[in-house]
């Protein structure tokens, strides 16, 4: 029997202007960015949360909390390493994710492949692995008043043999 385990997260953070926005490792043209003790890189780090939890290891604030000067302002691409270091320490390979992106504006057509070979590259796997989706709230809520990004992530990854 295959070994097989599938891992959820999701993530939140608040807009705020005259910061930098990225998502999946990529920088993003708008005037906001999101706020946060890394650089804010909500979507991975809700494929952190959803790897870790394939692992039933945590969440990425267990394993790199806010309250440390060691991750303040660090590259969430860092993260995404050390996780995926975790993951394969464990013995297992990434089968693939999928990352949807909640935000009214700035539209993330143009940066989406970037984002699915950017998030590949730390995965150690190609882009056929990686969906990355973006969505609009239809102006409702937190995200639709762009307050704020939110992103769910899931991930599968596969026992080696």
């Known amino acids: 029997m295959a070994d097989i385990r599938i891992g959820n997260g999701y993530d939140v953070h608040r807009l705020s202007d005259g910061l930098k926005l990225v998502l999946c490792g990529v920088p993003v043209e708008y005037d906001r960015g999101c706020v946060a003790h890394s650089d804010g890189d909500v979507a991975l780090h809700a494929l952190c949360d959803a790897l870790l939890g394939a692992l039933a290891l945590g969440d990425i604030g267990k394993h790199f909390p806010d309250s440390s000067d060691e991750y303040l302002g660090i590259d969430s691409t860092i993260l995404l390493d050390r ?3 975790m993951v394969e320490e464990k013995g297992y390979r990434i089968g693939n994710v999928d990352i949807t992106v909640a935000l009214q504006r ?16 730390h995965l150690h796997t190609g882009p056929d692995r990686v969906s990355v989706k973006a969505t609009t709230t239809e102006k409702l809520g937190f995200v639709g008043r762009e307050e704020g990004v939110e992103v769910y992530a899931v991930a599968l990854i596969e026992k080696k043999y």
Not at 106 to 121: C, G, L, N, S
């Open 106 to 121: 700035p539209k993330m057509a143009p940066y989406i492949q970037r984002m699915r070979e950017t998030v590949a590259a």
């Open 83 to 85: 996780v995926v270091a």
